[in-house]
Nanobody, 121 residues
Framework: QVQLVESGGGLAQFGGSLRLSCAAS????????MAWYRQAPGKERELVAR???????NYIDTVNGRFTISRDNAKNTVYLQMISLNPEYTAVYYC???????????????WGKGTLDTVSS
């Protein structure tokens, strides 16, 4: 019922930037929250940024101000702007959205397929 399309990932130079996008489509009533997760080599998947429908945000402590999450409610799209990158941030990044649909009483979580974002040395 809900599809997520991720874009914007890939290769960044040391000190460069990436802007990830994730667009949700389908039978959507509302999206209470949208988030980005990452999984680095040899590590567990972890939440890095989250934004609510009201615009409230939270970040993992270790991003050190490098990440900014935002959303465009009209487009059902969430963005993650990453700047001043170094190889430590190389990981597979996953979009996650909490969606309320007409077919379900409670909100459901949907995952993007993930994008490999590599930062060169």
């Amino acid at each position: 019922q809900v599809q997520l399309v991720e874009s914007g990932g890939g290769l960044a130079q040391f000190g460069g930037s990436l802007r990830l996008s994730c667009a949700a489509s389908g039978s959507i009533f509302s999206i209470p929250a949208m988030a980005w997760y990452r999984q680095a080599p040899g590590k567990e998947r972890e939440l890095v940024a989250r934004i609510t429908s009201g615009g409230g945000t939270n970040y993992i402590d270790t991003v050190n101000g490098r990440f900014t999450i935002s959303r465009d409610n009209a487009k059902n799209t969430v963005y993650l702007q990453m700047i001043s990158l170094n190889p430590e941030y190389t990981a597979v990044y996953y979009c996650n959205v909490e969606v309320r649909t007409p077919a379900h009483v409670n909100a459901m979580n949907y995952w993007g397929k993930g994008t490999l974002d590599t930062v060169s040395s």
